[in-house]
């Protein structure tokens, strides 16, 4: 006999050079990610706070379960991807609460990327030492 599946919602987001592939189903509150536990994967306070952010803004911490995939960029350009995600899976979850996610910002992707490098100097901004002679 075939089990009977939970839907699950899904939601991409993406901060910097990270994406985060995250799937909401209705649970305790257990969050997943990339297989780990989230307090293994997030060590930091800040980085698990940022993550958590659009589940205590619409109240549905404990009443959710979270898996996450996210891949490149570091640890704070992965969190901020993560919540990117979570914000966008919440909407799948429920239309009514775009309004609280709007209103704290989770719903848009930050645009801040680095500036690429130019040719004929060391870095994007940096210039090599001027020299009249």
Known sequence: ??????????????????????RLATGSGKITVNGRAFDTYFPLETLRSTVSQPLTVTGTSDKLDVRVNVTGGGPNGQAGAVRHGIARALLQFDANLRPSLKKEGYLTRDPRMRERKKYGQPGARKRFQFSKR
């Open 1 to 22: 006999m075939a089990a009977i599946k939970t839907p699950e919602f899904l939601g991409t987001g993406r901060r910097k050079t990270a994406v985060a592939r995250v």
